[in-house]
């Protein structure tokens, strides 16, 4: 009769580590998708920022559980690309619902880092003079006075994209599936582990 209590013992543990894990996860995915929707909301992308501290905190604890250093940097990099692709899929709806393709003219370069790591945005002018807001291209440089295709949101809540509009965001979803996925598949077996050796076993 030991080993069977012992082994209803165990499976109760590694029972209630998988729940603490979901719980875990699902916190962590509606944390992350606050934090893109605020994002969102204040037109503001840099507060996505913020859930580095989340995620360097996340991994830190998995750590702290005994795993491996690569499997706390794998879940950390899931936990911070999930508000991040959010967003992302967030910008691509409204492009995709009621942006508008316009021909704009570039104004003027912003540049950011140095080297090969630079990074490039732009100020544009559409053919009415209005300003199209501030267009990103990454380490893409444009010439100044160059006319561009973009697509503008016409509410301005969302920077201009170089480009028609394009299809439903249905790549950005899978892939913000799969890594929300991934990291609640993950928590729960780090949950698992984490209880059985709070059992000592």
């Known amino acids: 009769?030991?080993?069977?209590?012992r082994e209803r013992e165990r499976a109760a543990v590694v029972l209630s580590g998988v729940m603490a894990g979901a719980v875990a996860a699902v916190g962590l995915r509606c944390a992350g998708r606050g934090l893109a929707g605020?994002?969102?909301?204040?037109?503001?992308?840099?507060?996505?920022v913020w859930w580095l501290l989340v995620?360097?905190?996340?991994?830190?604890?998995?750590?702290?559980?005994?795993?491996?250093?690569?499997?706390?940097?794998?879940?950390?990099?899931l936990v911070c690309l999930m508000p991040m692709l959010r967003l992302h899929v967030l910008h691509q709806e409204a492009l995709h619902d009621r942006g508008r393709v316009e021909r704009a003219v570039v104004?003027?370069?912003?540049?950011?880092?140095?080297?090969?790591?630079?990074?490039?945005?732009?100020?544009?002018?559409?053919?009415?003079?209005?300003?199209?807001g501030r267009l990103d291209t990454g380490a893409r440089r444009l010439a100044v006075g160059r006319a561009v295709t973009v697509t503008v949101?016409?509410?301005?809540?969302?920077?201009?994209?170089?480009?028609?509009?394009?299809?439903?965001?249905?790549?950005?979803?899978?892939?913000?599936?799969?890594?929300?996925?991934?990291?609640?598949?993950m928590a729960a077996g780090l949950g698992a582990a984490?209880?059985?050796?709070?059992r000592g076993g």
């Open 1 to 5: 009769m030991k080993p069977v209590g």
């Open 38 to 48: 605020l994002a969102y909301d204040q037109r503001d992308d840099r507060l996505v």
């Open 55 to 77: 995620a360097a905190a996340a991994g830190f604890a998995v750590f702290g559980i005994g795993r491996r250093m690569w499997t706390a940097a794998l879940f950390a990099t």
């Open 107 to 132: 104004t003027a370069e912003y540049e950011r880092g140095a080297l090969d790591a630079a990074a490039y945005s732009y100020d544009l002018k559409l053919p009415g003079g209005a300003p199209a």
């Open 153 to 185: 949101d016409p509410r301005g809540e969302v920077a201009p994209a170089l480009g028609r509009r394009t299809g439903t965001p249905a790549v950005g979803r899978a892939l913000e599936t799969g890594v929300e996925a991934a990291m609640a598949l």
């Open 194 to 198: 984490w209880g059985m050796r709070r």
